[in-house]
């Protein structure tokens, strides 16, 4: 599992530009990096976020969800969560199909 993290971080480092990523980092804590990036796409880069969301099949009605039934105060964590949760999945998927 912590492969599928760290690979997770990797993808997500290259998508948002983010620093170095450290080698102890959890699911958690992904999420938490990636809030407030998350939170300033929503304000100022809406269309990227929307395509990153897409990239990384998060599903149409998971977003709308998020988008119009969340609070606005706990959107951005709850998107991170989301990302950071289909790319985990997308990430084990692949790896489970692998040696087939």
Same mark, same amino acid.
Request: hydrophobic content about 40%; charged content about 35%.
């Given at each position: ?11 997500? $480092?290259?998508?948002?530009? /983010?620093? +170095? ?6 699911? @958690?804590? =992904?999420?938490?990096? &990636? ?26 009605? $998971?977003?709308?969800?998020? /988008?119009? +039934? ?6 951005? @964590?709850? =998107?991170?969560?989301? &990302? ?17």
């Amino acid at each position: 599992m912590k492969d599928i993290i760290l690979a997770s971080a990797a993808y997500f $480092k290259k998508e948002f530009e /983010l620093p +170095e990523i450290r080698e102890n980092l959890n699911e @958690e804590q =992904l999420i938490k990096l &990636l809030s407030p990036i998350i939170k300033r796409m929503l304000d100022r880069d809406f269309e990227r976020l929307l395509g990153l969301c897409y990239r990384i099949d998060l599903g149409e009605q $998971k977003l709308k969800k998020i /988008l119009y +039934e969340s609070d606005p105060d706990s959107m951005a @964590e709850e =998107l991170a969560s989301a &990302l950071v949760g289909r790319q985990i999945q997308k990430l084990e998927i692949r790896q489970k199909y692998k040696g087939l």
